[in-house]
């Protein structure tokens, strides 16, 4: 499990960096990718840096992104994780930053002796009073 905790982290700390190849080195060549932006799936294409670095242009610098309450479930050459992260940046053109919370699961195989995500799902929960507005200011309890 410490080797999925490693790819976990260090794609949290490669995004601190702005180092699109790095982090997209701990992905499946195709992959499945449900983001908080649109459209509902991204394609996932880990040999396509672009999209990536035209995401983190859309800030001032790279955005920190911190993992919480990592939880890793593995069988074989399969394993899940769960965890809520927060994502602080300042976007291009503003001056104060901003830090969302947001739901993680991962999809991982081992392939070739390597474990690589092979799905990634980010979520924000909405209200459920009628006006569905992101629920932007939860944090963990």
């Known amino acids: 499990m410490d080797e999925i905790r490693d790819v976990i982290l ?3 700390a490669l995004l601190q960096k702005g180092d699109a190849e790095a982090i997209l080195a701990h992905y499946a060549p195709a992959f499945v990718e449900y983001s908080l932006a649109p459209p509902l799936r991204q394609p ?4 396509d840096p ?8 859309t800030f001032e ?8 309450q990592l939880e890793i479930t593995t069988d074989g050459d399969v394993a899940f994780a769960t965890s ?6 300042i976007p291009r053109g503003a001056t104060e930053p901003f830090t969302l919370w947001f739901r993680v699961t991962h999809g991982l195989r081992r392939i070739d ?3 690589l995500v092979t799905h990634e799902h980010e979520s924000v929960p909405f209200e459920m009073d009628g006006s569905f507005r992101a629920s932007i200011g939860l944090t963990p309890t």
Do not use: F
């Not at 610098?61 to 919480?68: D, I, L």
């Open 10 to 12: 260090n794609k949290a």
């Open 44 to 47: 996932g294409d880990s040999r």
């Open 50 to 57: 672009a999209p990536l670095r035209a995401w983190m242009a």
């Open 61 to 68: 610098a790279p955005p920190r992104r911190e993992v919480t």
């Open 84 to 89: 809520l992260d927060a994502m602080t940046a």
């Open 113 to 115: 002796g390597r474990w």
